[in-house]
């Protein structure tokens, strides 16, 4: 049931190839994925930043099992329902906070996907390589189309110590599209981009006048 | 009420044709493609459903023109009724944070929150502009002091494009590009980030009026895109949307470039209304 990445040739926003992945995320199907890959994600992910991951840093367990499961750097606007909560708002928020936590916590918890933007370092880069994990980048500023991915809202853990935006939100998913910006191979599209916009800057540098 | 509403859930026609007429620059298929185009389903849904663009809903400045003599203090209570309302009304998030204890101040309104900036004018109507600017642009906002020897850059114009190539490269993605340069030339530190930031407020068709400047704007946004850092960090062609630069004097012993980094989700929108009654007479940006 919860075999390898369904590939799939459909067109979604734009995406000539996009691959499908849907909860529990399986550490061979990560590995078969490299930068610049579409991906889809589906099912059960959870929110988390800056208060979240000192907390699981710091030694603190996890009110729920990560394993082969997602992270979403995301503090998001969520109104109350009659039954429950929705959800208003969810872009990503800049992953690069999170740097000094994250390889640890990949490591401890057995997260197989972290979902943000702009891109973490080397660290995560390397456990990402090690453990078999990936980044996916999505939109930042999209809150309100990513905000329409979610179907379901599975409550909040640290809702009252943490707040709603620093809560860890269990969100149920519906094709949350991103591409693979880090992969479980070690490469980085940051670093490759930076890598060659650097080249760029010094040949312009060098025009005078 | 009205004007937070439109600047927190409608992104500015300018900034929309910009992001679609670069969509056609990019490969089909390509992140940087994808990445636009769902910037634009988003500024869609987010007019169509009155839901904030950005989830960030920034910090909250408001430019206010208004006839001599006025009463600010007035425009200033009713600035901070209407954050209230519009927090209350889901269309801004609790985006205040108390520095010191790290507690959420739930209203949205606080000591210069709003921020107001007031000019009295020889003029009988108010005119007011609000911004709202993220926090993940606000990091990437950067400012130099000439001569910078790391760069080659010397107090001139070719310093101050060093400076500007320099700070969009160090961005990268992170200001959720493709975005916007306001650029002060000059002044001190902290009146240099001020009119940097009041740069944003241009639409995108503006040109500096000192010929020199202009020209500067339109090699800064072609040669920012060459480095290809495109939407997101992604690579592509699309890096910047627009570059907007103005001189202020100086002191003799500072020459500063303040640069002030505003995402794709431009917020900024401005409104006309009658003095005393208030009522809205034309919608600005």
């Known amino acids: 049931m919860f075999g390898p990445a369904l590939r799939t040739r459909k067109s979604l926003n ?8 849907t909860y529990p995320f399986t550490e061979s199907a990560i590995r078969t994925l490299s930068v610049g890959d579409a991906v889809s994600l589906n099912g059960l992910i959870y929110t988390g930043r800056d208060r979240l991951h000192k907390f ?8 729920v099992d990560l394993h082969d499961g997602a992270i979403y750097h995301c503090g998001p606007v969520m109104a109350k329902t009659g039954r429950g909560w929705r959800v208003v708002a969810a872009g990503p928020t800049t992953s690069l906070r999170e740097e000094p936590y994250m390889a640890r916590i990949i490591e401890r918890c057995g997260v197989r996907v972290i979902i943000g933007k702009g891109g973490m370092g080397r660290a995560t880069a390397e456990a990402c390589r090690r453990l078999g994990c990936i980044y996916v980048q999505v939109v930042g500023g ?8 979610v179907t379901a809202v599975h409550g909040a853990h640290f809702l009252d110590t943490f707040g709603a935006a620093e809560a860890m939100w269990a969100l149920d998913v519906e094709h949350i599209e991103g591409v693979v910006a880090m992969d479980a191979q070690g490469r980085s599209l940051y670093d490759e981009v930076a890598t060659a916009s650097r080249m760029q800057l010094t040949r312009l540098l060098a025009l005078r006048g | 009420m009205e004007l937070l509403r439109r600047t927190s859930c409608d992104l500015p026609a300018d900034m929309e044709c910009a992001i679609q007429s670069n969509l056609a620059q990019e490969k089909a298929g390509s992140p940087a493609s994808s990445a636009l185009q769902a910037m634009l389903e988003n500024a869609a849904l987010a007019r169509k459903q009155n839901a904030p663009i950005c989830q960030d809903t920034g910090m909250l400045v408001f430019y206010w023109k208004v006839p001599r003599a006025t009463d600010t203090t007035i425009l200033e209570k009713q600035a901070g009724e209407a954050v209230k309302q519009a927090t209350s009304n889901g269309w801004l998030r609790q985006n205040t944070i108390e520095t010191l204890t790290g507690r959420s101040i739930e209203e949205n309104v606080s000591e210069g929150v709003p921020a107001c900036h007031f000019e009295q004018e020889d003029r009988s109507d108010i005119e007011v502009w609000l911004m709202q600017k993220g926090g993940g642009c606000e990091n990437m906002s950067a400012q130099y002091s000439l001569p910078d ?5 010397g107090r001139d114009l070719a310093g101050v494009r060093a400076c500007v190539l320099n700070a969009v490269w160090k961005a990268q993605g992170f200001g959720c590009a493709p975005g916007i340069l306001g650029v002060c030339i000059g002044s001190d530190r902290a009146e240099g980030f001020a009119v940097a930031k009041q740069q944003l407020l241009r639409p995108l068709s503006d040109h500096a009026a000192e010929p020199s400047l202009a020209k500067l704007e339109e090699r800064l946004l072609r040669e920012a895109n060459e480095l290809a850092i495109g939407p997101m960090g992604m690579a592509g062609r699309t890096t910047l949307l627009g570059v907007k630069l103005a001189a202020r004097p100086r002191l003799p012993a500072a020459f500063f470039v303040s ?6 989700a431009c917020r900024r929108r401005g409104v006309r209304a009658g003095a005393s009654d208030a009522k809205i007479t034309q919608w600005l940006g």
Do not use: H, K
């Open chain 1, 142 to 149: 999209a809150a309100v189309l990513l905000g329409q991915r």
């Open chain 2, 259 to 264: 640069i002030a980094y505003m995402c794709w």
């Open chain 1, 56 to 63: 699981l840093f710091d030694g603190g367990e996890s009110p």
């Open chain 2, 149 to 153: 020897e790391t760069l080659m850059a």
């Open chain 1, 14 to 21: 734009g995406w000539v190839n996009m691959t499908s992945l």
